[in-house]
Nanobody, 122 residues
């Protein structure tokens, strides 16, 4: 079906930048919207960003608007999350996810990656 593998996480100082990558594979990958969801210790999962299969529509959580940018390269079967001006509140495990529907903030994702840790120091 759909397999997702995240990479690019790490430790960065507040105000810095980081780019996450999500390598996707699967016979039906072209028909899926893609998203990024994060979870900090002791907190509920939070939708971060989403993009439809063609890239014509994007969605962002209010907390990351203007700082994060989601994009995709279908030729490489890869989705990216460019994170700029990071702050300690962005510290979380970031998961790549896929849905056969639109990857909006209330989307129900069907497939998930293993996650990659992002830590922002103050």
């Amino acid at each position: 079906q759909v397999q997702l593998v995240e990479s690019g996480g790490g430790l960065v100082q507040a105000g810095g930048s980081l780019r996450l990558s999500c390598a996707a594979s699967g016979r039906t990958i072209s028909g899926y919207g893609m998203g990024w969801v994060r979870q900090a210790p002791g907190k509920e999962r939070e939708f971060v960003a989403g993009i439809n299969w063609s890239g014509e529509s994007t969605y962002y959580a209010d907390s990351v608007k203007g700082r994060f940018t989601i994009s995709r390269d279908n030729a490489k079967n890869t989705v990216y999350l460019q994170m700029n001006n990071l702050n300690p509140e962005d510290t979380a495990v970031y998961y790549c996810a896929a849905t056969p529907l639109v990857a909006h903030p209330l989307a129900r994702f069907n497939y998930w990656g293993q996650g990659t840790q992002v830590t922002v120091s103050s």
